[in-house]
């Protein structure tokens, strides 16, 4: 597939808030060659994400205050105007709500699961209006030797059968911000598909890659890079790469393509023998069916810190090139931050700099996913670091 590059503009900026893709000059004629720079990548961001903000979380047997809060996206966007980065663009700015989105979203999420989680909010507070100043969080699970093929009538029951823990609250909000999460991913990656854009953003709220196709948790709902990366097959992209970058292990993403070749998942994380989400991301999960072999784990222990994990980067980006992928979407958690509240690497600020050059040496076709990052002042700085290093 032609990979159209585009010459940098710093004319086509837009300052946030007054972005409007349609009265953007149109693309200057591509450059082979000329790389396009971080001060032009499109950030497709969602103005809806504050509307999913959790209260709290299970954590030892408490309910501890959430770590994925609305600032985290905030402190992005701050860093990107503060260092007059990306072209700021919101999901309505760039096409209407369509049919097409909805029907990609149910290729890759279950129509059920879907249907729950659309109507869940009001029937939590259909159940008792002072839930409306409570979040639902679930409690009660179909596990092994229990049935999950018959959906309960009972509410409670429902939250747990679409979901896997007891941290991801899901609130008024949260439906609305999920949606225009995904429709953020989706439109990056069309953005870059089509050959307009060389890299896009999508800078959204709450995160997306441990999300299945039937369940929430680890603070996610919609599958954002899953999406994204069905889209670059749908736009024509016969090998699209995804690289899970997040401490935690994308264990919604590696499940969804797990038995296809067409979609290969490469994976650093904490080892979950010792880290969430515990229960998938070994490095003996090599893909299955027709996906055997397009499967990568490599989990590292807790402490690990930037020297080792770069190598374990570098092997990442081996085994993608190697496969031949036409397109990549990078699930951008920076959770792996020395400083970070919930995890346990040791990544400095500075090295996500080098973390985004060497991406960029792939020199694919690239749509980054926002994912996590809780040690919420310094995440804008970290993320945007990575964006800085892919385009400097
Ligand atoms: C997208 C993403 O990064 N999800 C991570 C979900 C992790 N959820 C479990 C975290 C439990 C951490 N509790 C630590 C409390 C420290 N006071
Ligand atoms: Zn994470």
Redesign the pocket.
Known sequence: MQRAVRAFDGGKRCEHGAARLAQMPAATTPRPGVAQNLRDMLIVHNPDHAGHAGRQEM?RGRL?PCHEVPQRLDHVLTELRERGLGRLATPADIAPADAAFEALLARVHTPPYLRFLQGAWDEWVGLDPAHAALDALPSVWPVRGLRADVEPINFAARLGLYSFDA?TPLTAGSWAAAHAGARCAVLAAQAVAGGGERSAFALTRP?G??AGADCFG???FLNNAALAAQALRDAGHARVAVLDV???HGNGTQSLFYERADVFFASLHGDPRTE?PFFLGHADERGAGAGAGFNLNLPLPRGTGFAAWRAALGQALEAIAGFGAGALVVSL?V?TFEGD??SGFRLASPDYLAVGRALAELALPTVFVF??GYAVAEVGVNTVNVLEGFGA
Do not use: A
């Open positions: 954590f501890v941290g995160p890659h441990h680890g603070y996610c997040d401490y935690h969430y958690g959770d509240p919930i994912e996590g």
